[in-house]
């Protein structure tokens, strides 16, 4: 089992940064393609950014592109989404999630997931 714990989410006026973190523990952390996904209230969960298990492919969604890069501590079991030129529309509950298979993880069908994160992002 893995367990994945967000953190780093809050309150941020539109423009702003926040980085947002996902640690890891249980199962062997560097093996694993991680992450994340945000549901704004009344939304679907939509997918965000990933990154293969070496941190050398990565995945964005067109609405983060440039804005969000993702990147991986694997010393530190740690996931890190980097949220630059925050728009209202950020806001959203951020999940982390986990899986062997990178391609699972972009699909959203992750067989880990956090509790989530909120990120607040005023106008």
């Known amino acids: 089992q893995v367990q994945l714990v967000e953190s780093g989410g809050g309150l941020v006026q539109a423009g702003g940064s926040l980085r947002l973190s996902c640690a890891a523990s249980?199962?062997?952390?560097?093996?694993?393609?991680m992450g994340w996904f945000r549901q704004a209230p009344g939304k679907e969960r939509e997918f965000v950014a990933a990154i293969s298990w070496s941190g050398g492919t990565t995945y964005y969604a067109d609405s983060v592109k440039g804005r969000f890069p993702i990147s991986r501590d694997n010393a530190k079991n740690t996931v890190y989404l980097q949220m630059n030129s925050l728009k209202p529309e950020d806001t959203a509950v951020y999940y982390c999630a986990a899986d062997a298979l990178l391609s699972r993880v972009r699909q959203g069908k992750g067989d880990y997931w956090g509790q989530g994160t909120q990120v607040t992002v005023s106008s």
């Open positions: 249980g199962r062997t952390y560097s093996s694993l393609s």
